[in-house]
């Protein structure tokens, strides 16, 4: 099935002018062109990678030489798998590092619930560290080693 840039927008919620711009910017380099952009379903399927390795941190440059790469064919294969696995990494670490700081926010809603409780923050203060706190502590070290 084709489809206008207008219904790719409305079912996607991306901005016409952003599509157009991916365009432009050679991500779509497969996008049918009869004086119409008209999308297919496969160009669907390159809109949502394009968006997936945009919330990655990819610039459109790097999203770009992935598109290259696409075009190239097999040849490519290992590199585009190597692309992946690195900004799997990145995802992992930052969702590990967004984990850490949940753990922290739930530890202090619990912390003033107990104390908006008890009438005071006295039953609670300085009584366990915070979640994390070494690693913290230690992470300047870390990075200096």
């Known amino acids: 099935m084709e489809y206008t840039i207008q219904q790719v927008s409305k079912m996607t919620g991306i901005p016409s002018s952003t599509l ?11 996008l049918s062109r009869g004086g119409y952009r008209m999308f297919s379903d496969l160009d669907l399927g390159s809109i949502q990678i394009i968006q997936c390795l945009k ?3 990819l ?3 790097q999203i ?5 790469w696409v075009r190239e064919g097999d040849a490519t294969l290992e590199k585009r798998r190597e692309l992946f696995r690195q900004q799997k ?7 590990k590092a967004l984990e850490e700081t949940l753990d ?11 104390a908006i409780a008890a009438g005071t923050e006295k039953v609670v ?12 502590i230690h992470a ?3 990075e200096e080693a």
Do not use: M, Q, W
């Open 20 to 30: 157009r711009f991916y365009d432009k910017a050679g991500l779509l380099p497969f």
């Open 55 to 57: 919330k990655t941190g």
């Open 59 to 61: 610039s459109i440059d």
């Open 64 to 68: 770009r030489l992935f598109t290259e």
């Open 89 to 95: 990494k990145e995802i992992e670490n930052r969702i």
């Open 104 to 114: 922290v926010v739930n530890y202090k809603c619990a912390y003033y619930d107990e």
């Open 125 to 136: 203060f300085g009584r366990d560290p915070l979640p994390h706190s070494e690693e913290f």
């Open 140 to 142: 300047g070290v870390k």
